[in-house]
């Protein structure tokens, strides 16, 4: 089995930083792209960002020049770093990594339970 646990979040003014981290562990040969999605309250799951094995980033345009996605291999772990932060990025923020489970190339898709991040005005 896999594991994605984020941490970080919380609740911060508007224009305020807050850091978002994810740790994949368990059965896992390597991992491909990890990203950020949110979801907020009535709203559908969006990509927030995203960061292949090579570190080549994606970002949604609602967010770019505010968040910083890197990830560290070694520790198999992805950051989000929000600055600038707004009310409208509040949502639960998932973690999600295409994980490789062995040299056959068998990928699967793995989320985390979400981390709540609240912007307040």
């Known amino acids: 089995q896999v594991q994605l646990v984020e941490s970080g979040g919380g609740l911060v003014q508007a224009g305020g930083s807050l850091r978002l981290s994810c740790a994949a562990s368990?059965?896992?040969?390597?991992?491909?792209?990890m990203g950020w999605y949110r979801q907020a309250p009535g709203k559908q799951r969006e990509l927030v960002a995203s960061?292949?094995?090579?570190?080549?980033?994606n970002y949604a345009d609602s967010v770019k020049g505010r968040f910083a996605i890197s990830r560290d291999s070694a520790r198999r772990t992805v950051y989000l770093q929000m600055n600038r932060l707004k009310p409208e990025d509040t949502a639960v923020y998932y973690c999600?990594?295409?994980?490789?489970?062995?040299?056959?190339?068998?990928?699967?898709?793995?989320w985390g339970k979400g981390t709540l991040v609240t912007v307040s005005s």
């Open positions: 999600n990594a295409d994980v490789i489970r062995d040299r056959y190339n068998t990928n699967m898709d793995y």
């Open positions: 368990g059965s896992i040969f390597s991992i491909n792209i």
């Open positions: 960061i292949t094995s090579d570190d080549r980033t």
